[in-house]
């Protein structure tokens, strides 16, 4: 197994293959890490530059043409809003930038009330803004980056490998893996919950999550939310939509073809 | 095919089953590189490669700290040469986190504009701050099958809280020491 690792999306990016080259796979590696600092290049909240900032720039009635991976994260992010029944919700940057985990855009045009898989409208890579929105792609961006990364190593030839993004991650080919939670309630214990191939694992614990989904939650609030998804994009985003909606989000999940894992703050434990 | 199944069967599953199977966090380590690899890849027209230490004067060494940590002591670069023109360099060095200890190098052309970084190894727990009933309960709850041993490679952990905030601090020191260390544009 061949393994090398990057500084991306703030956190530790691995990308590993079995059975390639030396060669192939820094070459194949090289365009995964490419893939995802463009993803983050695009959909950061903190540059000014990004597709994120544009749109949170524009007002109502402008139409942006954005990248297309930036087209398919938000296409992705209002179907899993609509899934959800607005549980997935992309607009929430200017709540974060309220709570301080993001900082206010100086050039940002106020957001309104609209939930942002109204107030955006794509056709094709062109955004077209009824409302202002300040979006927020933490819940979702990571995760496509993580399938991108995986589409360029398969495109590059390697056929069996992985790719971790800080716990978002996905395996391919024919490797079975062991995937480990860390403990939400002893960050020092690893917890081995389940065994992946050719599909994908995510998790959110609490922090800054716990704090955005406690309000409102019905029984002992989540520590821990981990998905078994076949993408690790759509991992991502139920990770959030199960963190809000508990068992309530089971059907979702089915259709999916996704499994979660719940761990609340009593010890109790729900998986589906 | 996609698959993917729980580890634990959904009428034992709890909190307390889940910590009995636990491993300790510190058993987590991985090797990604070596500082020479980075050195290839960054400068792939490069016809020879010359480890350069450099010892820090003391006011440089405290910039190069991490706030509140050890002034670094020697500093490991690796010049990149074609010919007796010097292509660039690669600077090692290691940050600690609340939980993890990252080495990692930065690769910055004769400019000082980095290139690349890439992180050389990655391990979970350092010094005493390994937790002594973490390391007695290695043991707890595996099968002869699967057996796990300190310092092998846990390589998918979900929900990991490590964050690269301190990789990113130290390559702005380093881009930051490179500059006033301009490199000569002939080799010695």
């Known amino acids: 197994m061949r393994q090398r690792a990057r500084p991306l999306l703030g956190t530790l990016v691995e990308v590993r293959a079995q059975g390639a080259s030396a060669t192939a796979f820094d070459v194949a590696a090289d365009a995964a890490f490419d893939a995802i600092a463009q993803v983050h290049a695009l959909m950061s909240f903190h540059d000014a530059g990004s597709d994120l900032r544009r749109i949170a720039r524009a007002r109502a009635g402008e139409r942006l043409v954005v990248h297309p991976h930036t087209a398919a994260v938000l296409r992705s992010a209002q179907r899993w809003a609509r899934a959800s029944g607005g549980a997935f919700d992309a607009g929430c940057a200017p709540r974060a930038v309220e709570e301080g985990w993001l900082p206010a855009p100086a050039d940002g045009t106020p957001p309104g009330p609209l939930p942002f898989e109204d107030a955006l409208e794509l056709e094709g890579h062109a955004v077209q803004v009824h409302a202002p929105v300040w979006l927020d792609f933490g819940g979702i961006a990571k995760g496509y980056a993580v399938d991108l990364a995986v589409a360029k190593l398969r495109r590059a030839g390697v056929r069996t490998g992985a790719v971790n993004a800080g716990g978002d991650l996905r395996v391919f080919g024919t490797l079975e893996e062991t995937v480990h939670v860390r403990s939400p309630f002893d960050a020092a214990q690893l917890w081995p919950v389940a065994a992946l191939k050719d599909s994908a694992c995510a998790t959110s614990a609490s922090g800054a999550v716990a704090r955005r989904g406690a309000d409102g939650a019905d029984g002992p609030a989540p520590r821990s939310v981990t998905v078994l998804a076949p993408t690790a994009c759509a991992a991502d985003a139920l990770t959030k939509i199960v963190w809000q909606q508990g068992e309530l989000a089971s059907e979702l999940l089915r259709k999916a073809r996704a499994r979660a894992l719940v761990v609340r703050a009593d010890g109790s434990v729900w998986q589906s | ?188």
């Open chain 2, 1 to 188: 095919m996609t698959s993917h199944r729980w580890l634990l069967s959904p009428s034992l599953s709890g909190a307390a089953l889940l910590a009995a199977a636990a491993v300790p966090a510190s058993v987590c380590a991985a090797t990604y590189a070596t500082a020479d690899e980075v050195a290839h890849r960054a400068f792939k027209s490069a016809t020879a490669f010359a480890e350069v230490l450099v010892t820090p004067a003391p006011d440089e060494a405290a910039a190069l700290a991490v706030p509140g940590g050890a002034p670094h002591g020697v500093l490991r670069t690796i010049e990149a040469r074609q010919g007796d023109a010097v292509l660039g360099r690669v600077v090692v060095d290691s940050v600690v986190g609340k939980f993890e200890q990252i080495d990692y190098a930065v690769a910055l052309d004769a400019a000082g504009k980095v290139l690349a970084v890439e992180i050389l190894t990655y391990r979970e727990g350092h010094g005493g701050e390994v937790r002594m009933a973490s390391w007695r309960n290695q043991f707890v709850g595996k099968s002869a099958g699967d057996p796990i041993r300190v310092g092998s490679d846990i390589a998918n952990i979900s929900g990991a809280t490590l964050s690269c905030t301190h990789v990113t601090d130290g390559v702005h020191r380093i881009v930051a020491w490179a500059a006033r260390h301009a490199l000569a544009a002939k080799a010695a």
